[in-house]
């Protein structure tokens, strides 16, 4: 199996439509996907907006339709129907999956892919005509394993993971437990659960590395 990351920058956008997206949005989580066609995909996202912006101004985006506020407790989680050209390629290319959540983060886009090795290639190849990366990372799944790894479950991992990534344990926090549990789509017990028993085993793990 291949792992692929591809990331947009800034620049590589500048002059495309995605800039749009750039001028609503300091941050987008694209959560999950709920529905895929070749026409489009229907998705969870969560939004952090720019000063003065709002899903007013993410739903005049072209290619994005809001289908359904979520509002759920401390997140602002919505349901679009999502039309962009890259994301009906992704849907269209067989034989592989779009490891969520994909992440635009101040003018970067960043997509992790899994699959088959011709059919990643085929979809970088394809990305590259239309819409060219600014970096593409390409590995084989294997070379993620590492000691921490094996010490957490794939469940463990991901929330601890997820958690270190949005800056859980800054101080302040960057982000709360429960916007943390809507990006994986899982209830908020269950994630805290997860990352509990996690952070115990890493103490564990850690401390058999002194």
């Keep these: 199996m291949r792992e692929v990351a591809l990331t947009w920058t800034r620049e590589s956008i500048a002059k495309t ?38 899903v007013e101004d993410l739903e005049n985006i072209s290619y994005i339709t809001v ?37 635009f983060d101040n003018g970067t886009l960043t997509i992790t892919l899994r699959g088959i090795p011709q059919a990643v290639a085929s979809f970088v190849k394809l990305s590259k005509v239309f819409l060219p990366p600014a970096d593409i990372r390409v590995c084989d799944v294997r070379a993620h394993e590492n000691g921490l790894e094996q010490a957490l479950t794939p469940r463990q991992y991901e929330c601890y993971g997820l958690a270190l990534k949005h800056g859980y344990y800054d101080e302040p926090k960057a982000i709360t437990m429960q916007a943390l549990a809507d990006i994986l789509g899982i209830a908020r017990s269950t994630f805290q659960e997860h990352l509990q028993s996690a952070e115990q085993a890493v103490l564990v793990w850690a401390g058999e590395q002194l």
């Design 17 to 54: 439509d995605l800039a749009a997206l750039d001028e609503v949005v300091e941050q987008l989580t694209f959560v999950a996907n709920l529905l895929i066609t070749p026409e489009g995909v229907r998705q969870i996202i969560l939004p952090s907006y720019h000063e003065g912006k709002s």
């Design 67 to 103: 289908e359904q506020r979520l509002n759920e407790r401390e997140s602002e989680a919505l349901v679009i129907w999502n039309t962009h050209a890259l994301v009906c390629l992704a849907s269209t290319t067989e034989n592989i999956h779009v490891m969520p959540p994909s992440e």
